[in-house]
């Protein structure tokens, strides 16, 4: 099946630095990628949708140039939070759109849990 | 606005069988998911449906009525294992994937 990796599994950092989290689809191409984030007992909340070779597409409320993202080929779409503050921390999760591009299933990363002090 | 309504925690007993409720309003319709998901993991996709009718898939069951915007999920021969929460999901018609709040199920012994 199609498989996406997500890279570190846990981070923590310390206020005002920058985190990158990788995302990377397994074995398919992903020319779309998916960035949630979930706070505890919430549900997902879609941060931003990474197209490969173009601009990322926000959704309302998300910075982009807090969220920085870059979908530099077809298996890979990074994330970086640039100078974190303990208010993003939070678990970070990516998808991909499966290998026939449709929408009937988005495959997910394990996640990835950024604390930050 | 678009809405995904589904019960916040449900409680069940090992080896009975449980039914969870997602009614749905949506700018359009594409399609309805169920996911799983353990605490501190992410989802894993369960179910997916797009006409109506039960779709079956083992211990797990999805049913869909668009006229209604109802869609169910049917546990059978519940395992312990199944305590986690389960997402129900919906793409409307611009293809956003929609996502409910997530019914929390706890199972007991």
């Known amino acids: 099946g199609a498989v996406v990796s997500q890279h570190p599994s846990r981070v923590i950092c310390k206020s005002g630095t920058s985190v990158k989290i990788e995302c990377r689809s397994l074995?398919?191409?992903?020319?779309?990628m998916f960035w949630y984030r979930q706070f505890p007992k919430q549900s997902l909340m879609l941060m931003a949708t990474?197209?490969?070779?173009?601009?990322?597409?926000?959704e309302q409320g998300v910075e982009k140039d807090k969220f920085l993202i870059n979908h530099a080929s077809l298996t890979l779409s990074t994330l970086t939070v640039t100078s974190a503050h303990p208010e993003d921390s939070s678990f970070y999760i990516c998808?991909?759109?499966?290998?026939?591009?449709?929408?009937?299933?988005?495959?997910f990363g394990p996640g990835t849990r950024l604390t930050v002090l | 606005g678009q809405n995904i309504d589904q019960p916040t925690e449900m409680t069940a007993t090992e080896g009975a069988i449980v039914q969870i409720n997602c009614t749905y309003q949506?700018?359009?319709?594409?399609?309805l998911f169920w996911y799983q998901q353990h605490a501190g993991e992410a989802p894993t996709f369960l179910s997916y449906?797009?006409l109506d009718g039960l779709e079956e898939k083992g211990r797990f069951s999805s049913f869909l009525s668009r006229s209604k915007g109802y869609s169910y999920l049917l546990l059978k021969e519940l395992q312990m294992k199944d305590s986690a929460s389960y997402l129900c999901?919906?793409?409307?018609?611009?293809?956003?994937?929609?996502w409910g709040a997530g019914t929390k199920l706890i199972i007991k012994p």
């Open positions: 990474s197209n490969e070779g173009s601009k990322a597409t926000y």
């Open positions: 998808s991909a759109r499966g290998p026939s591009g449709g929408d009937h299933e988005q495959f």
């Open positions: 074995d398919f191409q992903a020319t779309t």
């Open positions: 999901a919906v793409t409307n018609s611009n293809y956003q994937l929609i």
């Open positions: 449906n797009v």
């Open positions: 949506t700018s359009g319709f594409n399609g």
